[in-house]
């Protein structure tokens, strides 16, 4: 039976507006589990079935580089070759984790799906800003494809980085249910929440109206034929969520991303 690994990633100190998002882990896992709700994808897949997700726990921060923490527990929780699922955190945390990806998959396509494209080369003089982790990776070539789905607060600095990086954008307002996406390696999904509209999740630092909904969202990762090898789900912020809306869809987003790498892992 194929596994999915979880692993928490509760990080937040390079948010630049407000903390809270190293609150989330905890939150998603809550509703993930919670008998409100079925455990099942829906492309047919029991995440419930006894041994089908293997939690890693939360990585606990303390002395020493952050960065190199990270790096090294998603690494130690890639050892046994299963896929796995980041929960943020803020979405500084992508670029250590792309790090110890990458030494694994030597042929990566990134799938960023964001209000905003988060390649700032620094933000208020901080390079490991939540709005710079994919200049870092695209310097770094930890991917040989970024795609951006979603984005609705493009400035000119980011034109000039999406040229200089070859980065492929879709913006929100060019969004297509058609839209089929065309890659040939493995895939990293990186969903921050305020890719959806605030509509369907509140609970983010920094929301950005005219996004798109859940279900677009599901649709689109529901269409990745290749393997997703490593997805992060962050940016979630429990102390802006409503009712827990945005902690559900979190669950939702990560059983449906799941769902799709057990099938696409059998291929």
Known sequence: MAKISILGVPHDDNSSFMKGAAEAPAHIRWELH????????????DLGAVGRLVDHGDIEFGAGDPWDLIEREVGHAMEPGDPL?????????????????????PSLTILHIDAHPDIYHAYQGNPRSHTSPFARIMEERLADRLIQVGLRTVNDHHRDQFK???VEVIEASHFSETLRLDITTPVYISMDL??????????????????????????????ISQPIVVADIVEYNPRCDISNLTAIVAAKLF???????????SH
Request: aromatic letters at 6%; hydrophobic letters at 40%.
């Open 34 to 45: 919670s008998d409100a709700y079925s455990m099942w994808s829906e492309t047919g897949i």
């Open 85 to 105: 699922i980041c929960l943020g955190g803020d979405h500084a945390i992508s670029y250590p984790i792309l790090r110890a990806v990458r030494r694994r998959h």
């Open 194 to 223: 305020d890719g959806l509209d605030p509509a369907f999740a509140p609970g983010v630092s920094h929301r950005e109206p005219g996004g798109l909904s859940t279900r677009q969202v599901i649709n689109l990762i529901q269409t």
């Open 164 to 166: 200089r990086f070859g």
């Open 255 to 265: 059983k449906e991303i799941a769902g799709v790498m057990v099938k696409t892992a």
